[in-house]
T-cell receptor, first 114, second 115 residues
Framework: GAGVSQSPSNKVTEKGKDVELRCDPISGHTALYWYRQSLGQGLEFLIY????????KSGLPSDRFSAERTGGSVSTLTIQRTQQEDSAVYLC????????????FGDGTRLSIL | GENVEQHPSTLSVQEGDSAVIKCTYS??????FPWYKQELGKGPQLIIDIRSNVGEKKDQRIAVTLNKTAKHFSLHITETQPEDSAVYFCAFYSRRGSTLGRLYFGRGTQLTVWP
């Protein structure tokens, strides 16, 4: 069946521009997660959705980062006024229920800020 | 906050040998421990997981062991093959500091299997 789908797969933009990253979770998965992975580093948690609400936004690095989820399905991560330190791979994962259920990842969006 | 220590950060083995990666976690109430494999340019892929009511779980050449008393768990890969080369991440689930709980990931182990 279809896995987690992320788009675009690559995004290059100039410093100061806004970007939107999209995640399409596995059908029926109620939980959705965003992570950030810098080159050669581990996974940095950003935000977690259960349905359309975000009970845990603790990982968002600044108020330039925001995310929403509509219809309990697709989620968008928005970064405003991008900075060079925002360059990373942004990964999305989904799971059937809460955090103690297997998470399935997409292949990420590689974001490069010039 | 919660944390997990993963060792070693890099591991090189000869094809056919075994590889072991160990993680130590902070939350004694944790009950779910997955392992992920990440190949270059791909997202992490779940390869095996274990819950706290069992001490060991096997799936072909891969096994995970859990020691709740010591708060550590390990990934064992036997008869390694070059295609096992990847970055491996451990994780554990904790509800501390988060309303519904989430996974906390180790920093990863780069495994290289030489033919």
């Amino acid at each position: 069946g279809a896995g987690v789908s992320q788009s675009p797969s690559n995004k290059v933009t100039e410093k100061g521009k806004d970007v939107e990253l999209r995640c399409d979770p596995i059908s029926g998965h109620t939980a959705l997660y965003w992570y950030r992975q810098s080159l050669g580093q581990g996974l940095e948690f950003l935000i977690y959705f259960q349905g359309n609400s975000a009970p845990d936004k603790s990982g968002l690095p600044s108020d330039r980062f925001s995310a929403e989820r509509t219809g309990g399905s697709v989620s968008t991560l928005t970064i405003q006024r991008t900075q060079q330190e925002d360059s990373a791979v942004y990964l999305c994962a989904s799971s059937l229920g809460g955090g103690n259920q297997p998470q399935h990842f997409g292949d990420g969006t590689r974001l490069s800020i010039l | 906050g919660e944390n997990v220590e993963q060792h070693p950060s890099t591991l090189s083995v000869q094809e056919g040998d075994s590889a072991v990666i160990k993680c130590t976690y902070s939350d004694s109430a944790s009950n779910y421990f997955p392992w992920y494999k990440q190949e270059l340019g791909k997202g992490p892929q779940l390869i095996i997981d274990i819950r706290s009511n069992v001490g060991e779980k096997k799936d072909q050449r891969i096994a995970v062991t859990l020691n709740k008393t010591a708060k550590h768990f390990s990934l064992h890969i036997t008869e390694t093959q070059p295609e096992d080369s990847a970055v491996y991440f451990c994780a554990f689930y904790s509800r501390r500091g988060s309303t519904l709980g989430r996974l906390y990931f180790g920093r990863g182990t780069q495994l290289t299997v030489w033919p």
